[in-house]
């Protein structure tokens, strides 16, 4: 099942903040962020797994609430290259090596504009 | 180190054609996953492959089939292509399965 994002699309100034919102209805063992500029391949951001660990880009933070199964995903300081589309993509499952383990859901994507 | 390839990198079929799409791993990685992406459906998984065995498939039907070789390149086929196929393919590279991804500049296929 697709997982929800939230807004659809946002519009921020160089140097406001934003957050992005990935919410499931499933049980979920990780959560993956990236972002695909126009025509372009997505690039890795952020993975979030249950338990804690997490893996990603110095510049960027992003948050799992394992028990409501939501991601959240922080931009500050924007700049004018965080532009694009984001997209999260949740893996279901409780553990490593369940059925659904590397199998991963993408949203429906957020559009981010950053202008100067 | 090389990034992820694919080729070709666009193709024009007719319907009821059948479509084989090739996608070089970083070297090194050994999982393979492949998605669907249009504007309507948005990204769409289609196979996982590691250690040449396929691990997950996505909801898609017996047309789309893939493998991949003890070399960890991939190839996906597409069999009796339909109008619906028509998207851009992106294959993408892990380290290990569920790992960080590294995708690959995707196959833009359009079904006439």
């Known amino acids: 099942q697709q997982p929800v994002q939230s807004p659809q699309a946002v519009i921020l100034r160089e140097g406001e903040d934003a957050v992005i919102n990935c919410s499931s209805s499933?049980?979920?063992?990780?959560v993956h962020w990236y972002r695909q500029k126009h025509g372009e391949a997505p690039v890795f951001l952020m993975i979030?797994?249950?338990?804690?660990e997490q893996k990603g880009h110095d510049k960027i933070s992003a948050s799992f609430n394992e028990k409501k199964q939501q991601s959240s995903l922080y931009l500050t300081a924007s700049q004018l290259s965080y532009s694009g589309t984001y997209f999260c993509?949740?893996?279901?499952?409780?553990?490593?090596?369940?059925?659904?383990?590397?199998?991963?859901?993408f949203g429906q994507g957020t559009i981010l504009t950053v202008h100067p | 180190k090389a990034g992820v390839t694919q080729t070709p990198r666009y193709l024009i079929k007719t319907r009821g054609q059948q479509v084989t799409l090739s996608c070089s791993p970083i070297s090194g990685h050994r999982s393979v996953s492949w998605y669907q992406q249009t504007p309507g459906q948005g990204l769409q998984f289609l196979f996982e492959y590691f250690s040449e065995t396929q691990r997950n498939k996505g909801n898609f039907p017996g047309r789309f089939s893939g493998r991949q070789f003890s070399n960890s390149r991939s190839e996906m086929n597409v069999s009796t292509l339909e109008l619906g196929d028509s998207a851009l393919y992106l294959c993408a590279s892990s380290l290990r399965r569920n790992y960080e991804q590294y995708f690959g500049p995707g196959t833009r296929l359009t079904v006439t």
């Open positions: 993509g949740t893996e279901e499952g409780t553990n490593a090596g369940g059925t659904s383990y590397g199998k991963l859901t």
């Open positions: 499933k049980a979920l063992y990780s």
């Open positions: 979030l797994l249950k338990g804690g």
